[in-house]
């Protein structure tokens, strides 16, 4: 069974990383195009940023007219979405090229609160940039190269307000889902920097939890009073019932397949479930031929965060 594995896994997963501290590691980047900063990243280049300027910045973003490039993109939290990203265009933002994404959803402009899934081509270099807003992405393909190390897929990061990083991509290319601009200033507590690495599927089903009548396991990542994160694997021609706390959850499917009341949920498609009442609502799904893999949030729709 896959749970004989669990206690050489759990080790393993020790290796998770909290850090307050910024770590500069000196990069030398002959090899790469260096890239400006787009609004792929939606951030700022401008380092470092106070708590209190990102209170200012948030403020005033609020209170001004909307810009010319404003988007509202699926941006209501209240509304029941399914997005099928596998049909959305590859649109290029980078200035210098290379660096593409597909929308799922988006409020503001150039800097905006934005869950998107982007695509960076083979050896590419970025300017040192920070995070107004926090980011946390979920590497989908490829490797990720910043100033923490290097992630690959199925490794899940966060990093928190005002913290900061110098991105490289090799000669494997990068494909994230990133969500800009979604945390909360009442989590300072949060390190600047935490990340989950290698979380394989083998991994989930030697040390997750098991539910749904052991046709699928979750493992627990990130928890506070206004989020949680986890990744599942779900066996395949199988049917689970999800529970959908208050506030609700939103589910992103890594690999695989599966259907709801929704629709079909293939590679990569995205939906938000709201639940605005205090008791959990079901979610019932069903896989097809293959496992399936997914990343969920969950709790948070309600809850504060630096927005735009």
């Known amino acids: 069974m896959r749970l004989q594995q669990a206690s050489a896994l759990t080790l393993s997963l020790v290796n998770i990383t909290a850090t307050r501290s910024r770590r500069t590691v000196p ?32 403020s005033d973003a609020k209170n001004s007219a909307k810009p010319m490039d404003w988007i509202s993109l699926n941006s209501e939290k209240s509304e029941m979405q399914l997005v099928k990203v596998s049909e959305v265009e590859w649109v290029e933002t980078s200035q210098a090229g290379g660096v593409h994404r597909k ?6 402009g150039e800097v ?11 050896d590419q270099a970025f300017p040192r940039h920070s995070h107004a807003g926090g ?5 989908l393909d490829g490797v990720w190269r910043d100033d923490y190390g290097s992630f690959s897929k199925y490794s899940y ?18 494909i994230i889902l990133v969500k800009l601009r979604q945390m909360s200033l009442l989590s300072e507590n ?16 030697a040390i997750g939890e098991p539910y749904s009548i052991d046709t699928a396991k979750k493992l627990a990542l990130f928890s506070s009073e206004l989020e949680k994160t ?14 959908i706390p208050a506030n609700g959850m939103e589910i992103f499917v890594v690999d695989g397949v599966f259907s709801s009341d929704l629709g079909i949920h293939d590679k990569w498609s995205w939906c938000r479930i709201p639940n605005d009442s205090n ?4 979610f019932e799904v069903k896989t097809q031929d293959a496992e399936t893999y997914v990343w969920t949030k969950e709790g948070h729709l309600a809850s504060d965060e630096v927005g735009v």
């Open 27 to 58: 990069q030398s980047f002959s090899n790469f195009k260096v890239n400006p900063i787009s609004n792929a990243f939606g951030c700022s280049t401008i380092m470092p940023l106070s708590i209190e300027n990102i209170k200012n910045q948030s």
């Open 103 to 108: 929308m799922i959803e988006r409020l503001g």
């Open 112 to 122: 905006a609160r934005a869950t998107t899934v982007v695509k960076f081509d083979p």
């Open 135 to 139: 980011e946390e992405f979920l590497v």
């Open 157 to 174: 990061i966060r990093n928190y307000i005002g913290s900061g990083h110098t991105p490289s991509i090799g000669p494997e290319g990068c």
């Open 190 to 205: 949060e390190p600047e920097h935490r990340n989950w690495p290698e979380l394989t599927p083998a991994k989930i089903w």
């Open 230 to 243: 986890a990744v599942h694997v779900w066996s395949n021609n199988s049917s689970i019932t999800l529970e």
């Open 279 to 282: 008791a959990n609502i079901k």
